[in-house]
């Protein structure tokens, strides 16, 4: 039996006008660290709060560890974690008493369950006394991951716990969840960040409250349909616009320092045609070679199926 199932799960607000969440099904297996993919907007947050029994769906139906999240939701709340998108600690207790708070609200202590935090708890133990308020972004999700983890629970729920944090205390915190997921702990996060798809088991990429696609991070990169080149100029903004000029073009987008795009009809282009365009609209010095997918190349692609031009929506949804 899988930990986490969804079954046509839907979702919308004011008033049957919004739709969040759009006949999303899928299942997590145990000690399976799943990542839910997507934009601001795309119902990351809805499913979560569904799941975590803090809010009922339109329709369908959804399981945690094989109990209903709607007849079951007293049983749930005991055995999940969950740490919501915002800071929700209280801002006025020090460290030490949140996590003694929230120990004593699951009828546990911090020293019963200190096994399971210790690693996490010994990085910010220097700051025990400081009221959370006062810490800064990586140790407010420090101290966030422990208040959801006290209890031990069987599975945990983290959404966009990594949003507004430096790179680092981002880096240190997926290292944290390696470790608790060779504990057991099954683990369902949400994030923007699309390199961080690569740290999980399994993803969904989701966008409109529709997950688009749903496998392995590998083997959604594989399944990309198109030869991916790389160009940058030194005339970027203009080169973006000649590249969308040119016919043979089916996307093209920008991809760090470099755009990405593909040819319509790889049989028929070639680089140096396109190369020949290029400088006719002034365009010098340009660097172009073949690239490797990647999973935010593999969202833009399904999202431009999406919206039918290949190009990126930046149109945001509720969430």
Not at 194 to 220: F, H, Q, V, Y
């Amino acid at each position: 039996m899988s930990t986490i199932t969804l079954n046509n799960i839907t979702k919308t607000y004011n008033k049957k006008t919004v739709l969040a969440v759009d006949d999303v099904s899928l299942s997590i297996e145990k000690g399976e660290l799943f990542g839910l993919i997507g934009p601001d907007g795309a119902g990351k947050t809805s499913i979560f709060r569904i799941l975590t029994t803090l809010l009922l769906a339109d329709k369908g139906t959804a399981s945690v560890v094989g109990l209903d999240v709607v007849k079951d939701y007293h049983k749930i709340r005991g055995i999940v974690g969950y740490m919501p998108g915002r800071f929700s600690l209280y801002q006025d207790l020090t460290v030490e008493e949140n996590l003694n708070f929230f120990a004593t609200v699951f009828g546990t202590t911090v020293k019963e369950n200190y096994d399971r935090i210790k690693d996490i708890y010994e990085q910010i133990e220097p700051f025990k006394d400081r009221r959370a308020g006062k810490l800064s972004g990586g140790m407010k999700q420090k101290l966030a991951l422990c208040c959801a983890l006290v209890h031990k629970p069987e599975v945990l729920f983290l959404d966009e716990p990594t949003t507004g944090v430096d790179v680092v205390s981002r880096k240190e915190f997926w290292e944290m969840l390696k470790r608790l997921k060779q504990k057991g702990i099954t683990i369902m996060v949400s994030t923007s960040y699309m390199d961080e798809a690569t740290l999980c088991d399994r993803i969904g990429l989701i966008i409109n409250g529709k997950i688009l696609s749903m496998d392995t991070p590998d083997n959604i990169v594989k399944a990309y349909p198109d030869k991916l080149y790389a160009i940058k100029s030194p005339k970027m903004h203009q080169l973006i616009r000649d590249l969308r000029s040119y016919d043979g073009i089916l996307n093209c987008y920008a991809s760090g320092e470099f755009i990405h795009f593909s040819f319509k009809n790889e049989e028929k282009e070639n680089e140096s045609q396109l190369k020949k365009h290029l400088q006719e609209k002034g365009q010098a010095d340009i660097v172009l070679k073949d690239t490797t997918p990647t999973v935010e190349d593999c969202f833009i692609k399904l999202l431009g199926k999406q919206d039918g031009n290949g190009n990126s929506n930046k149109d945001k949804g509720p969430n």
